[in-house]
């Protein structure tokens, strides 16, 4: 059974700075494609970033600067450091796991203050 479990989100005021954290298990973790995903309220869900393997990563470009995406194949953990936070930033954080098939974690909320 596949699970991609999130935690780390919360409240913060807007410059701050939040971890996420996504723990894999039931995937083949050092070949998945592991990303960061969000929706805010009214919105599509929207790329934040992906990791394709230890140094290989992509970054939507409002993210690019700001965020960081890594992983710890120790771990089968993957990480996404955000700072400078903005209130635009609000949305529903998501997980995702790509091998042959697709897997979605069940979301962490991240709310920035003005």
């Known amino acids: 059974q596949v699970q991609l479990v999130e935690s780390g989100g919360g409240l913060v005021q807007s410059g701050g700075s939040l971890t996420l954290s996504c723990a894999a298990s039931?995937?083949?973790?050092?070949?998945?494609?592991m990303g960061w995903y969000r929706q805010a309220p009214g919105k599509q869900r929207e790329l934040v970033a992906r990791?394709?393997?230890?140094?290989?990563?992509d970054y939507a470009d409002s993210m690019k600067g700001r965020f960081t995406i890594s992983r710890d194949y120790s771990k089968n953990t993957i990480f996404l450091q955000m700072n400078s936070l903005k209130p635009e930033d609000t949305a529903v954080y998501y997980c995702?796991?790509?091998?042959?098939?697709?897997?979605w974690g069940q979301g962490t909320q991240v709310t920035v203050s003005s």
């Open positions: 990791i394709i393997s230890g140094s290989i990563t």
């Open positions: 995702n796991a790509r091998t042959s098939l697709e897997y």
């Open positions: 039931g995937i083949d973790f050092r070949r998945a494609i």
